[in-house]
């Protein structure tokens, strides 16, 4: 999204861009991982709490990118993604950051997950291709899947002196 927006410009200027991405669940591997090291030595690992949080994940976009605008996450359930839309156009319209990456990551199927929302019984076990079948008498539950898709959010000034390549209006 951002080599896009920037028309392929290696140096382009992402001072003023921010990042806003949202998960439901975070960085769950992560903390398994750290959990699981914890359990066997009794140690924990000096960089377990900053990878373990959820701010990591829009503050490692941010770092590789070099954007220098507001780093936030949120998390608000299935609707993550949308939520983290709507901050990054917030900050865009208050004019906190002219320019802004938002969406959702998940990666959170891993045997604890599911045995956690199996634990609800609210996971679809299904062998069905399309087991969610909303609204529809007898549907079962929920599939768990993983993906992420972010956007290049900017304010109509950058898309009218055209650094910004605009997919969508």
Known sequence: AAREAAYGN??????????VIGSSRGAT???????????????????MSPATTGVAIPA???????????SLY?????????TALG???????????????????????????????DAL???????DV????????GREGTVLSEGATVFMLAGGEEIEKGQVRPRAE
């Open 10 to 19: 290696a140096s382009a200027d992402f001072d003023s861009c921010g990042v």
């Open 29 to 47: 591997r992560s903390f398994e991982k750290f959990h699981s090291q914890f359990i066997s030595t009794g140690k924990s690992s000096a960089v």
């Open 60 to 70: 490692a976009v941010a770092g590789a990118l070099g954007c220098k605008g507001p």
């Open 74 to 82: 949120v998390s608000s359930a299935c609707q993550t993604g949308l």
């Open 87 to 117: 901050v990054a156009c917030s900050l865009i319209q208050t004019g906190q950051a002219r320019r802004m990456l938002a969406g959702g990551a998940e990666a959170s199927v891993t045997p604890f997950t599911l045995g956690g929302l």
């Open 121 to 127: 019984k609210i996971l679809s076990h299904s062998r």
């Open 130 to 137: 399309y087991p969610l079948k909303s609204g529809e008498p």
